[in-house]
């Protein structure tokens, strides 16, 4: 019986862990300036130039006093957002994903009124008539130049028909 205990002791741990780095990443991008300054580090390391703006060009770009500025670098690098390298800073792996998946909900904004299309669609009386198969149609028709969001939503589509199921 304790090590069941000691299991879910174990378990609450690692969610409360990953729920304060989840929180940590959230917050160390939380206002537009901060997030300005990640986007400029994630297209800036996706080239290989040397040419990316010095912290001060950032500064006086962005229009940050240096205390500011330092104050978000650091906040990006405790949330293992962005790594120095070679005197640049650049995204670590976290950082690529959730830059990814920043550019996603971009998208995902982008097409909002297809979004609401379809959820119109799907909580009106004919969603419980509709098959699966024309769900995801309409899904294709509306979102069909947006990859990522479309496999969201047909991956959505699929869940659905298994507990259907």
């Not at 400029?40 to 001060?56: C, L, V």
Request: aromatic fraction near 4%; charge should be positive; hydrophobic fraction near 40%.
């Amino acid at each position: 019986m304790s090590s069941k205990i000691s299991s879910a002791k174990d378990m609450y741990q690692q969610v409360a862990s990953d729920s304060l780095l989840v929180e940590t990443v959230f917050s160390a991008i939380s206002d537009n300036k901060s997030l300005s300054l990640f986007n400029i580090i994630a297209i800036m390391s996706s080239h290989a130039s040397d040419g990316q703006p010095t912290g001060e060009i950032l500064i006086s770009r962005m229009n940050l006093t240096r205390k500011q500025y330092y104050t978000r670098i650091n906040r990006l690098v405790d949330a293992g957002l962005i790594t120095k390298k070679r005197a640049r800073f650049v995204l670590t792996s976290l950082g690529r994903v959730v830059y990814e998946t920043h550019k996603t909900i971009g998208v995902a904004i982008q097409n909002r009124w297809k979004l609401e299309a379809i959820d119109s669609i799907q909580t009106s009386q004919l969603a419980n008539r509709m098959p699966t198969e024309e769900r995801q149609k309409l899904i294709n028709t509306l979102v069909g130049d947006c990859d990522k969001i479309r496999d969201i939503l047909l991956c959505h589509c699929e869940a659905e028909k298994m507990i259907i199921c």
